[in-house]
């Protein structure tokens, strides 16, 4: 009798799943050919006629889709054109940071609508969740009057995240042990909820909306106080089944290095990060290192800006580095052999300091078959945004898990 039970929801599993792809992939189709009829939908989706009909339909009753006018004849009935209904549908994306809540508005065509930052520099954990908590209550009243409903919220942060769960494994600002941050703002908004790391995340809008959009297989690299990586393989995240895939940071670059926070010694992270940039620089100059940099001007934007226009300390610190973090991209390529990487952050300004010394650590050290068609180029998406945080809500709508909860 298990068995047999076992075997009913192992079926049921199959058809929901069918089912979410299906959805998907009209939604999807829709989106890059609207407006398209369902005839046109059928032909491009490869999907059964009876089948784009259902799927559009409810798709029209719960107001994802729209229809719009009416195609020309061609000797029967005029067919009728259907198109997402973007605009209609209003998210949250939230980004937490070290520093900042960010909490911004968004339709799905991505057009940001509004945006909050509140500072939680001195807030512990409980704390946060409690702010976290308030500022979503606060958002989803404000669009009532209007008749604008949350659809769906989106959460990214840094540190240990299994988005499968919806909880929060471990980071290193906040005292988080397994945390179901998801189960806990679903069950207080009954709005369906998502969460993800945010460099993987990123990685996931650089592929939606920015400089790897034309590529199937990319890595985006992020530095700032810490050292992440995400990767899109056949244009999805490599997630794994414990989902934190991409902790390039915590790659040993130099046995003889500074212990880093997770107890080991030489992380990629001690040596690349934007704050050991800044105390590297701060301890030359107090030995007497030439430098157009002084005490009163040390902050990580002007000792980049430095090393673009060759001051020489600077560039020799931004130098090694690159040459640290291009044996890791190095490792990383010969082992996946992307078609692009991206990388975000601040050091992205030291210009041909950075890139060309990770170039060369490339031509060393890669396959050179690995090199003919792959492009190193630095992040077009804007900084502290939470684009990653409403990119992972894109990907929720064309998995189609998402497509069958909207309701408008």
Known sequence: MVQNNQQTDS???????????????IYKVIEKHAPISRVEIAKVSKLAPASVTKITRQLLE???????????????RCAISLAPNSSSINVLAIKIGRKLLSISRYNLSGEELSNKQINIELENGEQLIERLTA????????????????SAISITLAGLINPKLGRIVYTSRYSFNNFPLVEILEQRFNIPTFIGNHTRCLALAEHYFGASKDCLDSI???????????????????????????EIGHIQANPAGKQCHCGNFGC???EVSDNVIVEKVKNAINYGGLTTITQETLTIENIYQAAANNDPLCQKIVEDAATYLGKTVAILINLLNPEKIIIAG??????????STIQQCIAHQTLPEFQNKLTILPTELKPNSTIAAFALIKQAIYEGDLLQKIRI
């Open 62 to 76: 719960n107001g994802i889709i729209t229809e719009t006018a009416r195609q020309a004849s061609t000797g029967g």
């Open 11 to 25: 079926v049921i599993a199959k058809i929901d799943h069918i089912k979410q792809a299906n959805y998907a992939t």
């Open 220 to 246: 985006l690299i992020s530095i700032h106080h810490g050292v992440g990586s995400g990767i899109i393989i056949q244009g999805k995240w490599l997630l794994g089944e414990n989902c934190n895939i991409g």
């Open 135 to 150: 500022e979503i209550a606060v958002a989803v009243e404000e669009g009532k009057p209007l008749g604008e409903k949350i």
């Open 346 to 355: 601040k050091i992205t300004e030291s210009g041909n300091t950075l890139f």
């Open 268 to 270: 990629l992270e001690t």
